[in-house]
C-alpha cells in the first residue's frame, strides 16, 4: 500500500497532475526544497524534508536527502521485521512512492560547454541514490524515475488498495536502472571528452531512437536512427518524405564532402558515392557544375550546399526529381519554392553535430570502431616524384581530387580539375577497372580533360592506370605510393610526359 511518496525533481512538467492525484488518495507528500516551494505555492500540502530529516539542506543544497531516515524509509524490505525495528528505532516512516527526475547534466553542462568547475554542479547525488534504492526494493517500492512514467501510474493505479502491481513496479524499476547508467555515462563521457575513444578497453554507448526510419536499406528491412545519448543534434527538417536508412548515410557522405571546402561548394550524392561536385562563384554555380558532371545519375540524388540556399537556386532544384537539399540554412523565399515539391525533403543542420569523430559498424558477431578519415595534410608535405612538376592549376585540381577520392567507395579515382569532378569511378575490384569507368564518363558527356588530374585513394601496383590516363589527356595524378613498383611507374610516368605527387597516407573506404 502507498502510504507515502516522496518528490524531487528538476523538472516539474506534470508535475501537478501527479501530486493531485496522490493528494486526492490521501497519500502524504514528502519533498525537497524547489519542488516544495513550488507545490506548495499550488495549494498542495506537502511536509518539508527537513522535518522527517531533523536537519536543514547543507552545503548550498548538494546534502538534503542523504539521511538515514530518508534511506531506511525506501530500503526497509516490509516483510523484513529486523528492518521495521531499526526503522523505528530511529524514528524512521516507511516511504512509499519515490518520483525523482534529476539535475540536466546533458543540457545544461554539456550542450551549453560548461567549464568542469561549473558543469560538477549539475551531476546529481541524491537523486540517483534515491532512485537506485526504491529500485532496489521495488517489491516493497514504487519509483517514478521520468515524468513519461507518470501518466502510466495513475492509469495503472488501484486505488482500492491504493497500490500498484507487482509486474509494473519490476518494470519501473529497470528503467532507473537505465536511465541513471545512462546518466552516469554521459558524466563519463565528459569527464574523457578530450581522451581518444579507442584507447579504452570498455566503451559506453547509449542510443537514443530519433525515429522510425521508412525502411532500412531495402523495403524489406526495418530500420531506425538513433543518435549517442547526450548528443546535440542541430538538426531541422522543413519537409518531405520520412527518410529513409539509405538518405541518412547519402546526407552523411554529402554534408562531410562540401564542408571540406570553404568556397561555395555543391555535391551530388547516389549510393554514398559522389556523382558530382563542383566549386563555384556562388551556390548556383556550383549546383551547376556539378550537374554536368553527370547530368544522367544526379536524378534522384542527395545535394548538398555548404552555405545558405537563396531563391534562385531552390527554382533549380524543384525541376528534376531529387531525394532530399541539406543546407545550413534557406531564406524564406527558398522555403515557400521548395513547397511546390512537398515529397522532396529539405533539411538544414550545422556542420559540427553531424560531423562524427568515430565510424563504428557490426562485423564478425563483434563492432568495428575506428577513427573517422579526416586525415589531412597540406600540398607541400607531399612529395613530387616525377620530372615534370604540376602547374598550378593542376595543383589546385591535385587538391581538389584527393580531398575528393577518400569519399569514394574503394578501389576509387576521382578525374577532376581545379573546379568540379569529371568522372568517377567507385567499387570496382581493380584499380584499372575503376580508372576505365572514370573515363568512360568523362567521354559519354563530353567534358574537356585540359588541365585535368586522376587522385587514386590507394597505390597502382602497375603503371596501366598512369597509361591509361596520359592517353586520355590527363596531366598530372596524385595518389599514396608505397607499392614495390613505384620506380617503375615513376618512370612510366616520366617517359609519358605527365607529373605524378605521391601523398603517403592512404584513404581506402569500404
Same mark, same amino acid.
Given at each position: 500500500m502507498i502510504k507515502r511518496a516522496l518528490i524531487s525533481v528538476w523538472n516539474k512538467d506534470g508535475l501537478l497532475d501527479l501530486a493531485n492525484f496522490l493528494n486526492k488518495n490521501g497519500i502524504e507528500i514528502i519533498s525537497t526544497g524547489g519542488t516544495h516551494k513550488y507545490l506548495n505555492d499550488n495549494n498542495i500540502p506537502v511536509t518539508e524534508i527537513s522535518e522527517i530529516t531533523g536537519m536543514d539542506s547543507v552545503m548550498n543544497g548538494r546534502v538534503k536527502t542523504l539521511n538515514p531516515k530518508i534511506f531506511g524509509g525506501i530500503l526497509a524490505d516490509r516483510d523484513n521485521n529486523n528492518h521495521l525495528d531499526d526503522l523505528n528505532k530511529i524514528n524512521g516512516k516507511t516511504i512509499d512512492l519515490i518520483v525523482v527526475n534529476l539535475y540536466p547534466f546533458v543540457d545544461e553542462a554539456v550542450k551549453k560547454k560548461l567549464p568542469m568547475k561549473k558543469a560538477i554542479e549539475y551531476i546529481d547525488i541524491g537523486g540517483p541514490s534515491m532512485l537506485r534504492a526504491a529500485a532496489k526494493n521495488y517489491h516493497s517500492v514504487c519509483v517514478l524515475s521520468d515524468i513519461s512514467d507518470y501518466l502510466e501510474f495513475i492509469n495503472e493505479f488501484d486505488q482500492e488498495n491504493k497500490t500498484i502491481n507487482l509486474g509494473l513496479r519490476k518494470v519501473l524499476a529497470s528503467r532507473v536502472f537505465f536511465r541513471t547508467s545512462q546518466y552516469d555515462s554521459n558524466i563519463y563521457s565528459y569527464f574523457n571528452k578530450d581522451e581518444n575513444f579507442l584507447k579504452s578497453d570498455t566503451q559506453f554507448l547509449y542510443l537514443e531512437k530519433v525515429q522510425d526510419l521508412r525502411y532500412g536499406e531495402n523495403p524489406h528491412q526495418k530500420a531506425s536512427f538513433c543518435v549517442s545519448s547526450g548528443a546535440n543534434l542541430n538538426w531541422l527538417k522543413y519537409q518531405g518524405k520520412k527518410l529513409s536508412y539509405n538518405n541518412y548515410l547519402d546526407i552523411g557522405s554529402g554534408y562531410d564532402i562540401v564542408n571540406n571546402f570553404k568556397e561555395p561548394s555543391c555535391s551530388i550524392i547516389k549510393h554514398s558515392n559522389p556523382c558530382g561536385f563542383a566549386l563555384g562563384e556562388d551556390l548556383l554555380d556550383a549546383y551547376k557544375r556539378a550537374v554536368s558532371c553527370d547530368p544522367v545519375s544526379y536524378f534522384g540524388g542527395i545535394i548538398?550546399?555548404?552555405?545558405? +540556399?537563396?531563391? +534562385?537556386? %531552390? /527554382?533549380?532544384?524543384? !525541376?528534376?526529381?531529387? !531525394?532530399? +537539399?541539406?543546407?545550413?540554412?534557406?531564406? #524564406? *523565399?527558398?522555403? !515557400?519554392?521548395?513547397? $511546390?515539391? &512537398?515529397?522532396?525533403?529539405?533539411?538544414?543542420? &550545422?556542420?559540427?553535430? @553531424?560531423?562524427? #569523430?568515430?565510424?563504428?559498424?557490426?562485423?564478425?558477431?563483434?563492432? @568495428?570502431? $575506428?577513427? /573517422?578519415?579526416?586525415?589531412?595534410?597540406?600540398?607541400?608535405?607531399?612529395?613530387? +616524384?616525377? /620530372? /615534370?612538376?604540376?602547374s598550378r592549376s593542376e595543383i589546385s585540381g591535385l587538391v581538389l581530387g584527393w580531398k575528393l577520392v577518400r569519399f569514394v567507395k574503394s578501389?576509387?579515382?576521382?578525374? %577532376?580539375? =581545379? #573546379? $568540379?569532378?569529371?568522372?568517377?569511378? %567507385?567499387? $570496382?575490384?581493380?584499380?584499372? &577497372? =575503376? %580508372? *576505365?569507368?572514370a573515363i568512360r564518363k568523362i567521354k559519354q558527356f563530353s567534358l574537356n580533360l585540359d588541365k585535368s588530374i586522376m587522385a587514386s585513394d590507394a597505390f597502382f601496383p602497375f603503371s596501366d592506370c598512369i597509361e591509361l590516363a596520359a592517353k586520355n589527356g590527363v596531366k598530372s595524378i596524385i595518389q599514396p605510393g608505397g607499392s614495390i613498383n613505384d620506380q617503375e611507374n615513376i618512370n612510366v610516368a616520366d617517359d609519358l610526359g605527365i607529373s605524378m605527387v605521391f601523398t603517403s597516407s592512404r584513404h581506402f573506404y569500404h
Open positions: 548538398s550546399f555548404n552555405g545558405k +540556399v537563396e531563391e +534562385v537556386l %531552390a /527554382k533549380k532544384l524543384v !525541376e528534376p526529381f531529387l !531525394e532530399c +537539399v541539406i543546407a545550413p540554412d534557406y531564406s #524564406k *523565399e527558398a522555403l !515557400e519554392v521548395f513547397k $511546390q515539391k &512537398d515529397n522532396l525533403r529539405v533539411i538544414s543542420s &550545422d556542420y559540427e553535430s @553531424l560531423n562524427n #569523430k568515430y565510424d563504428i559498424r557490426t562485423a564478425s558477431g563483434g563492432y @568495428l570502431l $575506428q577513427e /573517422k578519415d579526416f586525415f589531412s595534410k597540406d600540398f607541400s608535405d607531399y612529395k613530387i +616524384v616525377t /620530372k /615534370k612538376k604540376p578501389n576509387a579515382i576521382v578525374i %577532376a580539375n =581545379s #573546379k $568540379q569532378i569529371l568522372g568517377v569511378g %567507385a567499387g $570496382q575490384m581493380s584499380r584499372i &577497372d =575503376s %580508372a *576505365e569507368i
